[in-house]
C-alpha cells in the first residue's frame, strides 16, 4: 500500500501536519497540494482544533512545485494556470482553516516551499533550515503571494537580492532579518512549537480566530486602512462584551501572570 503523502496526527487542540515525500525533499505534488486543501477543510470543521503546526519530514521543509511532474505533461501546467484564474494557490487551504498555523521548518523552505512557510502566521526554524526563492531561475512567475509578502517582511532591497538571485539564506540570516520568529536546535524544533501552540489555546478560541483575521485583513490595507478596521471591529465587538465575562477572563490572566513569574 502507497504511503500517504501527508500525515495529520491530532491531540489536545494541535494538529500536527507532516508533508511526507522525504525522498523528494516533500516537493508539492498534485497529490500533496490536493491532500492539504483537504486536511485544512476537515480541521477548519473540527471544532476541537484550536491551532495546526506544519512541518516536514526528512531533512526538507518543501522543495516547491514537483518540476519532475510537472515536466511530464502540459495538462498539469494548464491545470495550475486554471487553478490560478480562480485565485486558488498554496495560501488558500490555510485561509480555509483560519485558525493559528505554525511553521516548523526543520530543512529548506524552497520557492513554492518558502510559499507554503509564508503562508503560516509563525515560523520556528531549526539550525538546519534555509529560505530560497528560486522562481526567477526555474522560469516560473509565483503565484502564492511570495513576490508580495517577502518584501513587506524584509523590505524590498532584501526581497529582490533573494528573488532575483535565487541564492539561500541560511536560519541565523532569516531570524536577523525577522523572517522567522525564533532559531532552536532540530530536537527542540517540534517540542518548542508545541508549546508554542499550547499558549496560543490557551487564549479563548474566538478571540484568536477574530485577532488573527483582523491582522491578516489588516496587513492587506494601507496603514490608514487597517486603523479604521481594528476601530471598526472594536466597536462592535465592545457591543457585546459582558461584565461577568470580563471579570473571570481576568482572574485567568492574573493567575497566568504570577505562574509565569514564578517559572522566572
Not at 520557492?111 to 533550515?129: H, K, N, R
Not at 529560505?131 to 509578502?149: E, L
Request: include cysteine; aromatic fraction near 4%; hydrophobic fraction near 45%.
Amino acid at each position: 500500500m502507497a504511503k500517504p503523502v501527508l500525515l495529520v496526527e491530532k491531540q489536545d487542540q494541535i494538529a500536527t501536519l507532516t508533508l511526507n515525500r522525504p525522498e523528494c525533499m516533500n516537493a508539492l505534488s498534485t497529490e500533496l497540494r490536493d491532500a492539504l486543501e483537504t486536511a485544512f477543510e476537515d480541521l477548519a470543521n473540527d471544532a476541537d482544533i484550536r491551532v495546526a503546526i506544519l512541518t516536514g519530514a526528512g531533512r526538507a521543509f518543501c522543495a516547491g512545485l514537483d518540476l519532475k511532474e510537472l515536466a511530464q505533461g502540459k495538462g498539469l501546467i494548464e491545470e495550475l494556470a486554471q487553478q490560478r484564474k480562480a485565485r486558488v494557490n498554496l495560501t488558500t487551504p490555510f485561509k480555509t482553516f483560519g485558525r493559528p498555523v505554525i511553521g516548523a521548518i526543520n530543512g529548506p523552505a524552497v520557492a513554492g516551499g518558502f510559499e507554503l512557510a509564508l503562508a503560516c502566521d509563525i515560523l520556528i526554524a531549526s539550525t538546519q533550515a534555509s529560505f530560497a526563492d528560486t522562481h526567477a531561475r526555474v522560469g516560473i512567475i509565483p503565484g502564492s503571494q511570495i513576490s508580495q509578502k517577502l518584501s513587506r517582511l524584509i523590505g524590498i532591497y532584501r526581497a529582490k537580492e533573494v528573488s532575483l538571485t535565487g541564492n539561500f539564506i541560511d536560519a541565523d540570516q532569516a531570524l536577523a532579518w525577522g523572517l522567522v520568529n525564533r532559531v532552536v536546535a532540530p530536537e527542540d524544533l517540534l517540542p518548542d512549537c508545541l508549546a508554542l501552540a499550547n499558549d496560543i489555546k490557551s487564549c479563548p478560541s474566538d478571540m484568536i480566530r477574530a485577532y488573527k483575521k483582523l491582522i491578516d485583513d489588516g496587513f492587506q490595507m494601507t496603514f490608514a486602512e487597517g486603523v479604521a478596521l481594528e476601530r471598526q471591529m472594536s466597536i462592535a465587538h465592545f457591543q457585546t462584551l459582558q461584565a461577568d465575562t470580563i471579570a473571570e477572563r481576568r482572574k485567568g490572566v492574573l493567575a497566568r501572570g504570577r505562574d509565569q513569574q514564578k517559572s522566572d
